[in-house]
Protein backbone atom coordinates (compact mmCIF):
# COMPACT_ATOMS: atom_id res chain seq x y z
CA UNK A 1 0.00 0.00 0.00
CA UNK A 2 1.27 3.13 -0.73
CA UNK A 3 1.80 6.52 1.46
CA UNK A 4 -0.69 8.39 -0.61
CA UNK A 5 -3.37 5.30 0.09
CA UNK A 6 -2.37 5.49 3.98
CA UNK A 7 -2.56 9.34 4.46
CA UNK A 8 -6.20 8.74 2.35
CA UNK A 9 -6.81 6.21 4.35
CA UNK A 10 -6.07 7.96 7.44
CA UNK A 11 -7.16 11.74 7.26
CA UNK A 12 -10.41 10.53 5.15
CA UNK A 13 -12.48 8.82 8.28
CA UNK A 14 -10.96 11.39 10.67
CA UNK A 15 -12.64 13.88 8.15
CA UNK A 16 -16.02 12.18 7.25
CA UNK A 17 -16.82 11.05 11.40
CA UNK A 18 -15.91 15.18 11.79
CA UNK A 19 -18.64 16.34 9.25
CA UNK A 20 -21.00 13.68 9.84
CA UNK A 21 -20.58 15.06 13.65
CA UNK A 22 -20.81 18.13 13.12
CA UNK A 23 -23.82 17.77 10.56
CA UNK A 24 -25.59 15.19 13.11
CA UNK A 25 -25.15 18.06 15.88
CA UNK A 26 -26.82 20.63 13.80
CA UNK A 27 -29.64 18.17 12.49
CA UNK A 28 -30.78 17.45 15.96
CA UNK A 29 -30.20 20.46 17.20
CA UNK A 30 -32.66 21.90 14.60
CA UNK A 31 -34.81 18.99 13.93
CA UNK A 32 -35.34 19.08 18.02
CA UNK A 33 -36.21 23.25 18.15
CA UNK A 34 -39.03 22.52 15.25
CA UNK A 35 -40.62 19.52 16.25
CA UNK A 36 -40.62 21.57 19.92
CA UNK A 37 -42.38 24.87 18.23
CA UNK A 38 -44.32 22.37 16.32
CA UNK A 39 -45.32 20.69 19.12
CA UNK A 40 -46.07 24.27 21.29
CA UNK A 41 -48.51 25.49 18.49
CA UNK A 42 -50.36 22.18 17.91
CA UNK A 43 -50.65 22.08 22.16
CA UNK A 44 -51.42 25.61 21.52
CA UNK A 45 -54.47 25.23 19.53
CA UNK A 46 -55.66 22.10 21.57
CA UNK A 47 -55.54 24.61 24.67
CA UNK A 48 -57.64 27.56 22.78
CA UNK A 49 -60.20 24.70 21.66
CA UNK A 50 -60.85 23.34 24.97
CA UNK A 51 -61.18 26.98 26.30
CA UNK A 52 -63.90 27.73 23.40
CA UNK A 53 -65.92 24.95 24.35
CA UNK A 54 -65.50 25.04 28.06
CA UNK A 55 -66.77 28.82 27.51
CA UNK A 56 -69.62 27.26 25.25
CA UNK A 57 -70.45 25.08 28.01
CA UNK A 58 -70.50 28.15 30.75
CA UNK A 59 -72.90 29.99 29.43
CA UNK A 60 -75.29 27.85 28.73
CA UNK A 61 -75.04 26.54 32.70
CA UNK A 62 -74.75 30.29 33.44
CA UNK A 63 -78.22 31.30 31.26
CA UNK A 64 -80.01 27.87 32.60
CA UNK A 65 -80.00 26.85 28.83
CA UNK A 66 -77.70 23.27 30.11
CA UNK A 67 -81.14 21.46 30.03
CA UNK A 68 -81.95 22.41 26.55
CA UNK A 69 -81.23 20.42 23.86
CA UNK A 70 -81.47 22.92 20.89
CA UNK A 71 -79.52 25.23 22.56
CA UNK A 72 -76.64 22.41 23.69
CA UNK A 73 -76.74 21.55 19.89
CA UNK A 74 -76.38 25.66 19.22
CA UNK A 75 -73.31 25.22 21.83
CA UNK A 76 -71.69 21.97 19.47
CA UNK A 77 -72.35 23.64 16.18
CA UNK A 78 -70.41 26.88 17.72
CA UNK A 79 -67.56 24.29 18.59
CA UNK A 80 -67.29 22.90 15.20
CA UNK A 81 -67.19 26.20 13.84
CA UNK A 82 -64.80 27.46 15.62
CA UNK A 83 -62.28 24.25 15.25
CA UNK A 84 -62.95 25.21 11.85
CA UNK A 85 -61.45 28.71 11.83
CA UNK A 86 -58.48 27.09 13.49
CA UNK A 87 -57.89 25.05 10.82
CA UNK A 88 -54.03 26.08 8.51
CA UNK A 89 -54.19 23.47 6.10
CA UNK A 90 -56.20 20.89 4.28
CA UNK A 91 -53.80 17.93 5.85
CA UNK A 92 -55.54 18.97 9.22
CA UNK A 93 -58.34 17.40 10.89
CA UNK A 94 -60.53 18.46 13.75
CA UNK A 95 -63.28 15.71 14.86
CA UNK A 96 -65.09 14.40 17.95
CA UNK A 97 -66.29 10.80 19.06
CA UNK A 98 -69.18 9.82 21.58
CA UNK A 99 -68.62 7.31 24.47
CA UNK A 100 -69.44 4.58 21.43
CA UNK A 101 -67.08 5.63 19.46
CA UNK A 102 -68.99 7.56 16.83
CA UNK A 103 -67.90 10.45 15.01
CA UNK A 104 -69.95 13.45 16.21
CA UNK A 105 -68.19 16.38 14.98
CA UNK A 106 -65.83 16.88 12.19
CA UNK A 107 -63.85 19.72 10.54
CA UNK A 108 -64.05 17.64 7.23
CA UNK A 109 -65.19 13.90 6.16
CA UNK A 110 -63.02 11.62 6.63
CA UNK A 111 -63.34 7.59 6.68
CA UNK A 112 -62.36 4.96 9.83
CA UNK A 113 -62.30 1.40 9.91
CA UNK A 114 -63.77 -0.10 13.10
CA UNK A 115 -60.57 -1.74 13.68
CA UNK A 116 -58.88 2.04 13.50
CA UNK A 117 -61.62 3.09 15.96
CA UNK A 118 -61.58 0.51 18.23
CA UNK A 119 -57.40 1.23 18.27
CA UNK A 120 -58.01 5.08 18.34
CA UNK A 121 -60.33 3.93 21.41
CA UNK A 122 -57.83 2.49 23.36
CA UNK A 123 -55.27 5.20 22.73
CA UNK A 124 -57.24 7.87 24.10
CA UNK A 125 -57.80 6.09 27.72
CA UNK A 126 -54.09 5.97 27.87
CA UNK A 127 -52.78 9.29 25.81
CA UNK A 128 -53.07 11.57 29.12
CA UNK A 129 -53.01 14.76 27.23
CA UNK A 130 -49.37 13.71 25.06
CA UNK A 131 -49.57 13.67 21.49
CA UNK A 132 -49.56 10.16 20.18
CA UNK A 133 -49.77 8.67 16.80
CA UNK A 134 -52.66 6.32 15.77
CA UNK A 135 -54.28 5.15 11.63
CA UNK A 136 -57.35 7.01 10.33
CA UNK A 137 -58.52 6.57 6.96
CA UNK A 138 -55.52 4.55 6.47
CA UNK A 139 -52.94 7.71 7.48
CA UNK A 140 -50.77 7.83 10.36
CA UNK A 141 -51.54 10.93 11.92
CA UNK A 142 -50.47 13.00 14.96
CA UNK A 143 -52.76 13.37 17.58
CA UNK A 144 -53.30 15.71 20.46
CA UNK A 145 -57.07 15.06 22.08
CA UNK A 146 -58.77 15.86 25.34
CA UNK A 147 -62.17 14.91 26.82
CA UNK A 148 -65.35 17.22 27.72
CA UNK A 149 -67.32 15.68 30.21
CA UNK A 150 -70.29 17.85 29.76
CA UNK A 151 -70.43 16.35 26.11
CA UNK A 152 -69.68 12.96 26.44
CA UNK A 153 -67.14 13.69 23.31
CA UNK A 154 -63.30 13.18 22.89
CA UNK A 155 -61.85 15.98 20.79
CA UNK A 156 -59.14 15.36 18.51
CA UNK A 157 -56.48 17.96 17.06
CA UNK A 158 -55.18 15.50 13.99
CA UNK A 159 -52.40 16.62 11.31
CA UNK A 160 -50.78 13.66 8.81
CA UNK A 161 -47.13 12.96 9.97
CA UNK A 162 -45.58 13.96 7.06
CA UNK A 163 -47.07 17.08 7.27
CA UNK A 164 -46.81 17.24 11.30
CA UNK A 165 -42.74 16.59 10.30
CA UNK A 166 -42.14 18.54 6.93
CA UNK A 167 -39.88 20.94 8.12
CA UNK A 168 -37.21 18.35 10.27
CA UNK A 169 -37.88 16.02 6.97
CA UNK A 170 -36.70 19.18 4.91
CA UNK A 171 -33.84 19.70 7.58
CA UNK A 172 -32.46 15.92 7.35
CA UNK A 173 -32.41 16.04 3.21
CA UNK A 174 -30.43 19.32 3.62
CA UNK A 175 -28.37 18.18 6.10
CA UNK A 176 -27.57 15.01 4.20
CA UNK A 177 -26.51 17.16 1.17
CA UNK A 178 -24.26 19.23 3.25
CA UNK A 179 -22.56 16.32 4.69
CA UNK A 180 -22.54 14.99 1.02
CA UNK A 181 -21.15 17.90 -0.26
CA UNK A 182 -18.71 18.97 2.15
CA UNK A 183 -17.69 15.22 2.61
CA UNK A 184 -16.68 15.76 -1.27
CA UNK A 185 -15.11 18.83 -1.16
CA UNK A 186 -12.88 17.31 1.27
CA UNK A 187 -12.25 14.34 -0.10
CA UNK A 188 -11.02 16.21 -3.44
CA UNK A 189 -8.88 18.47 -1.67
CA UNK A 190 -7.30 15.36 0.33
CA UNK A 191 -6.96 13.67 -3.04
CA UNK A 192 -4.79 16.99 -4.22
CA UNK A 193 -2.79 17.57 -1.40
CA UNK A 194 -1.93 13.75 -0.93
CA UNK A 195 -0.61 13.94 -4.02
CA UNK A 196 1.03 16.85 -3.59
CA UNK A 197 3.34 15.76 -0.59
CA UNK A 198 4.07 12.04 -2.05
CA UNK A 199 4.82 12.90 -5.76
CA UNK A 200 8.05 13.37 -4.50
CA UNK A 201 8.08 10.53 -2.58
CA UNK A 202 7.05 8.65 -5.65
CA UNK A 203 10.03 10.44 -7.70
CA UNK A 204 12.08 9.11 -5.12
CA UNK A 205 10.57 5.42 -5.18
CA UNK A 206 10.99 5.35 -8.99
CA UNK A 207 14.15 6.59 -9.55
CA UNK A 208 15.54 3.31 -6.35
CA UNK A 209 13.80 0.89 -9.23
CA UNK A 210 15.27 2.41 -11.93
CA UNK A 211 18.26 1.78 -10.26
CA UNK A 212 17.61 -1.42 -8.96
CA UNK A 213 16.42 -2.80 -12.42
CA UNK A 214 19.64 -1.31 -14.23
CA UNK A 215 21.65 -1.00 -11.55
CA UNK A 216 22.55 2.08 -13.20
CA UNK A 217 24.33 4.13 -9.95
CA UNK A 218 24.41 7.15 -12.47
CA UNK A 219 20.79 8.16 -12.08
CA UNK A 220 19.73 10.85 -9.31
CA UNK A 221 16.29 12.66 -8.28
CA UNK A 222 15.41 16.11 -8.66
CA UNK A 223 15.14 18.14 -5.34
CA UNK A 224 11.97 20.44 -5.87
CA UNK A 225 10.81 21.61 -2.72
CA UNK A 226 13.34 22.77 0.68
CA UNK A 227 11.05 20.81 3.21
CA UNK A 228 11.48 17.15 4.74
CA UNK A 229 10.99 15.91 0.82
CA UNK A 230 13.79 17.78 -0.40
CA UNK A 231 16.48 16.80 2.22
CA UNK A 232 15.37 13.34 1.91
CA UNK A 233 15.82 13.32 -1.99
CA UNK A 234 19.35 15.22 -1.69
CA UNK A 235 20.02 12.65 1.23
CA UNK A 236 19.11 10.41 -1.38
CA UNK A 237 21.27 11.72 -4.05
CA UNK A 238 24.23 11.37 -1.56
CA UNK A 239 23.60 7.87 -0.53
CA UNK A 240 23.47 6.90 -4.00
CA UNK A 241 27.16 9.00 -5.26
CA UNK A 242 28.76 6.77 -2.23
CA UNK A 243 26.92 3.36 -3.46
CA UNK A 244 28.38 3.87 -6.97
CA UNK A 245 31.91 4.41 -5.31
CA UNK A 246 31.09 1.29 -2.97
CA UNK A 247 29.85 -0.94 -5.88
CA UNK A 248 32.73 -0.47 -7.78
CA UNK A 249 34.73 -2.13 -4.83
CA UNK A 250 32.03 -4.61 -4.36
CA UNK A 251 32.03 -6.21 -8.28
CA UNK A 252 36.36 -6.05 -7.61
CA UNK A 253 35.90 -8.35 -4.67
CA UNK A 254 33.29 -10.21 -6.19
CA UNK A 255 35.62 -11.56 -8.72
CA UNK A 256 38.08 -12.32 -5.93
CA UNK A 257 35.79 -14.01 -4.48
CA UNK A 258 34.55 -15.95 -7.12
CA UNK A 259 37.86 -16.90 -8.45
CA UNK A 260 38.57 -18.02 -4.54
CA UNK A 261 35.50 -20.19 -4.44
CA UNK A 262 36.61 -21.88 -7.88
CA UNK A 263 39.54 -22.38 -6.25
CA UNK A 264 37.75 -23.99 -3.22
CA UNK A 265 35.67 -26.29 -5.42
CA UNK A 266 39.28 -27.52 -6.77
CA UNK A 267 40.47 -28.27 -3.85
CA UNK A 268 37.16 -30.09 -2.78
CA UNK A 269 37.31 -32.21 -6.10
CA UNK A 270 40.81 -33.56 -5.41
CA UNK A 271 40.40 -34.43 -2.01
CA UNK A 272 36.71 -35.77 -1.60
CA UNK A 273 38.59 -38.39 -3.54
CA UNK A 274 40.87 -39.06 -0.20
CA UNK A 275 38.56 -37.51 2.36
CA UNK A 276 35.10 -37.89 3.22
CA UNK A 277 32.72 -34.59 1.60
CA UNK A 278 31.03 -34.51 5.48
CA UNK A 279 34.71 -34.16 6.53
CA UNK A 280 35.72 -31.81 4.20
CA UNK A 281 32.51 -29.38 5.06
CA UNK A 282 33.48 -29.60 8.41
CA UNK A 283 37.36 -28.78 7.71
CA UNK A 284 35.50 -25.34 6.20
CA UNK A 285 33.36 -24.52 8.38
CA UNK A 286 35.79 -24.80 11.30
CA UNK A 287 39.43 -25.57 10.35
CA UNK A 288 40.35 -25.51 14.05
CA UNK A 289 38.21 -27.78 15.08
CA UNK A 290 39.59 -30.84 12.80
CA UNK A 291 43.18 -30.49 14.95
CA UNK A 292 41.33 -32.43 18.09
CA UNK A 293 40.40 -35.88 18.44
CA UNK A 294 36.90 -37.23 20.02
CA UNK A 295 35.59 -40.04 21.61
CA UNK A 296 32.62 -41.27 20.20
CA UNK A 297 30.48 -44.23 19.59
CA UNK A 298 31.02 -45.78 15.87
CA UNK A 299 29.75 -48.30 14.01
CA UNK A 300 33.51 -49.87 12.32
CA UNK A 301 33.32 -52.25 9.54
CA UNK A 302 36.25 -54.23 7.68
CA UNK A 303 35.99 -56.12 4.65
CA UNK A 304 38.77 -58.44 3.14
CA UNK A 305 38.85 -60.42 -0.20
CA UNK A 306 39.37 -64.26 0.43
CA UNK A 307 42.78 -65.86 -0.99
CA UNK A 308 43.61 -62.78 -2.57
CA UNK A 309 47.30 -64.03 -3.15
CA UNK A 310 46.37 -66.56 -5.10
CA UNK A 311 43.99 -64.67 -7.52
CA UNK A 312 47.01 -62.03 -8.15
CA UNK A 313 49.16 -64.71 -8.79
CA UNK A 314 46.85 -65.92 -11.66
CA UNK A 315 46.11 -61.90 -13.31
CA UNK A 316 47.76 -60.02 -15.46
CA UNK A 317 48.26 -56.78 -13.41
CA UNK A 318 46.10 -54.66 -15.62
CA UNK A 319 43.27 -57.04 -15.22
CA UNK A 320 44.12 -57.36 -11.27
CA UNK A 321 44.11 -53.32 -11.48
CA UNK A 322 40.95 -53.22 -13.47
CA UNK A 323 39.23 -55.43 -11.75
CA UNK A 324 39.90 -54.16 -8.05
CA UNK A 325 38.95 -50.90 -9.19
CA UNK A 326 35.38 -52.24 -10.44
CA UNK A 327 35.39 -54.24 -7.30
CA UNK A 328 36.17 -51.08 -5.40
CA UNK A 329 33.75 -48.94 -6.82
CA UNK A 330 30.86 -50.94 -6.36
CA UNK A 331 31.52 -51.57 -2.28
CA UNK A 332 32.49 -47.49 -1.99
CA UNK A 333 29.50 -47.15 -3.47
CA UNK A 334 27.54 -48.80 -1.32
CA UNK A 335 29.07 -47.65 2.13
CA UNK A 336 28.94 -44.18 0.93
CA UNK A 337 24.67 -44.49 -0.20
CA UNK A 338 24.68 -46.05 3.26
CA UNK A 339 26.10 -42.75 5.48
CA UNK A 340 29.43 -44.73 5.65
CA UNK A 341 33.25 -43.29 5.37
CA UNK A 342 35.53 -45.19 4.12
CA UNK A 343 38.40 -44.85 5.77
CA UNK A 344 41.39 -46.32 4.32
CA UNK A 345 42.20 -49.37 1.49
CA UNK A 346 44.31 -51.91 3.35
CA UNK A 347 45.44 -53.57 0.17
CA UNK A 348 42.50 -55.54 -0.74
CA UNK A 349 40.59 -54.78 2.39
CA UNK A 350 38.16 -51.79 3.14
CA UNK A 351 37.71 -49.88 6.53
CA UNK A 352 34.85 -47.85 6.39
CA UNK A 353 32.73 -46.02 9.83
CA UNK A 354 29.84 -44.43 10.45
CA UNK A 355 29.56 -41.97 13.16
CA UNK A 356 31.74 -39.42 12.48
CA UNK A 357 32.14 -36.56 11.11
CA UNK A 358 28.34 -36.84 11.37
CA UNK A 359 26.49 -38.65 13.55
CA UNK A 360 23.32 -40.77 13.22
CA UNK A 361 20.83 -42.43 15.21
CA UNK A 362 20.83 -45.32 12.78
CA UNK A 363 24.65 -45.46 12.23
CA UNK A 364 24.62 -49.22 13.64
CA UNK A 365 21.63 -50.70 11.31
CA UNK A 366 23.40 -48.60 8.51
CA UNK A 367 26.87 -50.37 8.71
CA UNK A 368 24.63 -53.63 9.28
CA UNK A 369 22.84 -53.14 5.83
CA UNK A 370 25.61 -51.59 4.29
CA UNK A 371 27.65 -54.98 4.84
CA UNK A 372 24.35 -56.92 3.23
CA UNK A 373 24.30 -54.34 0.77
CA UNK A 374 28.13 -55.28 0.07
CA UNK A 375 27.54 -59.00 0.01
CA UNK A 376 24.70 -58.31 -2.77
CA UNK A 377 26.95 -56.06 -4.75
CA UNK A 378 29.84 -58.76 -4.55
CA UNK A 379 27.51 -61.19 -6.41
CA UNK A 380 26.43 -58.96 -9.16
CA UNK A 381 30.58 -58.39 -9.59
CA UNK A 382 31.20 -61.97 -9.79
CA UNK A 383 28.40 -62.27 -12.56
CA UNK A 384 30.22 -59.85 -14.40
CA UNK A 385 33.59 -61.24 -13.34
CA UNK A 386 32.01 -64.99 -15.16
CA UNK A 387 31.55 -63.16 -18.26
CA UNK A 388 35.04 -62.00 -18.57
CA UNK A 389 36.59 -65.39 -17.76
CA UNK A 390 38.09 -63.76 -15.00
CA UNK A 391 38.66 -65.44 -11.08
CA UNK A 392 35.52 -65.06 -8.58
CA UNK A 393 35.89 -63.05 -5.34
CA UNK A 394 35.14 -63.90 -1.86
CA UNK A 395 34.91 -61.68 1.22
CA UNK A 396 34.16 -61.65 4.49
CA UNK A 397 32.79 -58.75 6.70
CA UNK A 398 33.12 -58.01 10.31
CA UNK A 399 31.32 -55.29 12.25
CA UNK A 400 31.54 -53.53 15.67
CA UNK A 401 29.81 -51.22 17.50
CA UNK A 402 31.61 -48.87 20.58
CA UNK A 403 33.34 -45.92 21.18
CA UNK A 404 36.63 -45.05 19.48
CA UNK A 405 38.73 -42.04 19.21
CA UNK A 406 38.09 -40.26 15.93
CA UNK A 407 40.23 -37.27 14.33
CA UNK A 408 43.25 -36.05 12.44
CA UNK A 409 46.00 -38.71 13.22
CA UNK A 410 49.77 -38.13 11.59
CA UNK A 411 52.10 -35.89 11.26
CA UNK A 412 52.49 -31.92 10.16
CA UNK A 413 53.23 -33.48 6.68
CA UNK A 414 50.66 -36.21 6.34
CA UNK A 415 47.70 -36.87 8.48
CA UNK A 416 44.49 -39.15 7.61
CA UNK A 417 41.10 -38.77 9.55
CA UNK A 418 40.80 -41.81 10.84
CA UNK A 419 39.71 -43.96 14.16
CA UNK A 420 41.93 -45.56 16.35
CA UNK A 421 40.72 -47.91 19.54
CA UNK A 422 40.39 -51.55 20.97
CA UNK A 423 36.89 -51.56 19.27
CA UNK A 424 38.59 -50.64 15.78
CA UNK A 425 40.90 -53.71 16.38
CA UNK A 426 38.37 -56.14 17.49
CA UNK A 427 36.30 -54.88 14.17
CA UNK A 428 39.08 -56.97 12.10
CA UNK A 429 39.52 -59.92 14.63
CA UNK A 430 35.62 -60.01 13.15
CA UNK A 431 36.72 -59.78 9.94
CA UNK A 432 39.11 -62.71 10.29
CA UNK A 433 36.38 -65.10 12.35
CA UNK A 434 34.36 -65.10 9.21
CA UNK A 435 36.84 -67.62 7.16
CA UNK A 436 37.16 -70.78 10.45
CA UNK A 437 32.80 -69.81 10.80
CA UNK A 438 32.33 -70.04 7.02
CA UNK A 439 30.65 -66.65 7.11
CA UNK A 440 30.16 -63.91 5.12
CA UNK A 441 29.36 -61.45 7.20
CA UNK A 442 29.96 -61.61 11.04
CA UNK A 443 28.48 -59.10 13.99
CA UNK A 444 29.54 -58.27 17.46
CA UNK A 445 27.09 -58.55 20.53
CA UNK A 446 27.15 -54.27 20.94
CA UNK A 447 26.02 -54.51 17.12
CA UNK A 448 23.26 -57.47 18.03
CA UNK A 449 22.06 -54.88 20.62
CA UNK A 450 20.81 -52.39 18.22
CA UNK A 451 19.52 -54.55 15.66
CA UNK A 452 18.56 -57.44 17.06
CA UNK A 453 14.49 -56.27 16.40
CA UNK A 454 14.92 -55.56 13.03
CA UNK A 455 16.92 -57.88 11.23
CA UNK A 456 17.18 -61.89 11.71
CA UNK A 457 20.57 -62.43 13.76
CA UNK A 458 21.59 -66.13 14.64
CA UNK A 459 23.97 -66.69 17.80
CA UNK A 460 27.61 -67.91 16.31
CA UNK A 461 29.75 -68.44 19.35
CA UNK A 462 31.25 -67.13 22.67
CA UNK A 463 35.05 -66.51 21.18
CA UNK A 464 38.29 -64.84 23.12
CA UNK A 465 40.20 -63.54 20.07
CA UNK A 466 43.72 -62.72 19.99
CA UNK A 467 45.16 -60.32 22.53
CA UNK A 468 41.64 -61.11 24.22
CA UNK A 469 40.88 -62.89 27.30
CA UNK A 470 37.08 -61.87 27.91
CA UNK A 471 34.67 -64.15 25.75
CA UNK A 472 32.81 -61.96 22.77
CA UNK A 473 29.46 -63.44 21.31
CA UNK A 474 29.67 -63.08 17.66
CA UNK A 475 26.28 -63.26 15.39
CA UNK A 476 26.22 -63.77 11.75
CA UNK A 477 22.93 -61.59 10.17
CA UNK A 478 21.06 -61.59 7.22
CA UNK A 479 18.02 -59.09 5.41
CA UNK A 480 15.92 -61.66 5.53
CA UNK A 481 15.29 -65.55 6.51
CA UNK A 482 12.19 -68.12 5.46
CA UNK A 483 11.27 -71.32 5.42
CA UNK A 484 13.57 -74.27 6.74
CA UNK A 485 16.57 -71.44 7.19
CA UNK A 486 14.05 -69.25 9.26
CA UNK A 487 13.37 -72.54 11.60
CA UNK A 488 16.76 -73.59 11.57
CA UNK A 489 18.06 -70.28 13.06
CA UNK A 490 14.79 -70.23 15.61
CA UNK A 491 16.00 -73.79 16.78
CA UNK A 492 19.71 -72.57 16.32
CA UNK A 493 19.27 -69.94 18.81
CA UNK A 494 17.35 -72.23 21.23
CA UNK A 495 20.27 -74.94 21.13
CA UNK A 496 22.81 -71.83 21.66
CA UNK A 497 20.69 -71.64 24.97
CA UNK A 498 20.93 -74.83 26.04
CA UNK A 499 24.35 -74.65 25.30
CA UNK A 500 25.65 -72.09 27.84
CA UNK A 501 23.03 -74.04 30.44
CA UNK A 502 25.83 -77.15 29.86
CA UNK A 503 22.65 -78.66 28.85
CA UNK A 504 24.75 -80.15 25.83
CA UNK A 505 22.49 -83.25 25.45
CA UNK A 506 19.33 -80.91 24.95
CA UNK A 507 21.76 -78.57 22.75
CA UNK A 508 23.05 -81.70 20.51
CA UNK A 509 19.22 -82.53 20.15
CA UNK A 510 18.73 -79.02 18.88
CA UNK A 511 21.38 -78.74 16.23
CA UNK A 512 20.93 -82.33 14.83
CA UNK A 513 17.29 -80.87 13.94
CA UNK A 514 19.16 -77.51 12.54
CA UNK A 515 21.41 -80.09 10.33
CA UNK A 516 17.86 -81.79 9.27
CA UNK A 517 16.28 -78.41 8.00
CA UNK A 518 19.98 -77.30 6.40
CA UNK A 519 21.96 -80.33 5.68
CA UNK A 520 25.45 -78.55 4.85
CA UNK A 521 25.15 -75.97 7.78
CA UNK A 522 28.50 -75.78 8.95
CA UNK A 523 27.99 -74.26 12.39
CA UNK A 524 25.46 -76.64 13.11
CA UNK A 525 27.74 -79.39 12.53
CA UNK A 526 30.72 -77.39 14.50
CA UNK A 527 28.17 -77.30 17.39
CA UNK A 528 27.15 -80.43 17.66
CA UNK A 529 30.25 -82.30 17.42
CA UNK A 530 31.31 -79.45 20.79
CA UNK A 531 28.18 -80.96 22.16
CA UNK A 532 29.36 -84.46 22.02
CA UNK A 533 32.51 -83.91 23.00
CA UNK A 534 31.25 -81.81 26.30
CA UNK A 535 28.66 -84.73 27.22
CA UNK A 536 31.30 -87.07 27.27
CA UNK A 537 33.79 -84.88 29.08
CA UNK A 538 32.04 -82.32 30.84
CA UNK A 539 34.28 -78.55 30.61
CA UNK A 540 35.67 -77.76 34.16
CA UNK A 541 33.74 -75.73 36.78
CA UNK A 542 33.56 -72.15 35.96
CA UNK A 543 33.62 -72.81 31.80
CA UNK A 544 31.60 -69.52 30.37
CA UNK A 545 31.59 -71.27 26.64
CA UNK A 546 33.97 -68.89 25.49
CA UNK A 547 36.30 -70.54 22.82
CA UNK A 548 40.19 -69.25 22.58
CA UNK A 549 40.87 -68.16 18.89
CA UNK A 550 44.03 -68.44 17.34
CA UNK A 551 43.23 -65.80 14.29
CA UNK A 552 44.50 -62.85 13.73
Known amino acids: MSIRSKIILVVLPLIIVTLVLAGAASYFAAAKGITRITQQFFSFKVNELQKYTENQWALLVENNYSGRPDMV ?10 SRSIILSDTELIFALDGAGAVVMATSEFDISEDERAALLGLLEEADDDLFNAAIGGTQRVIRAFHFTPFQWWILLTEKNTAFYRDVDSITIQTLIMIGA ?12 ARLLTTPLGRVVKTMDRIIGSTDLSARV ?21 LEKAYSQIKRYAFDAVLARKKEQRIRQIFQKYVPKDLIDKFFAAPESMLVGDNRILSVLFSDIRSFTTISEGMAPDD ?13 DVIMNRNGIVDKYIGDAIMAFWGAPVKHDDDALQSVLSGLDMIDTLRDFNETQRGLGKPEFRIGIGINYGIVTVGNIGSERKMDYTVIGDMVNLASRMEGLTKPYHQEILISETIYAEIKEKLPTRLLDTVAVKGKTRGVKIYTVKRAVAGNEERAWAIHNEGMAAYYRRSFEEAAAKFQAVIALLPEDFIAKVLLARCKNYALTPPPEGWDGVEVMKTK
Open 182 to 193: ASAAAILMLFFF
Open 320 to 332: LVNSLNRYFSGQV
Open 222 to 242: EVEYRDETGQLAHTFNLMIAE
Open 73 to 82: LAAENAVEAY
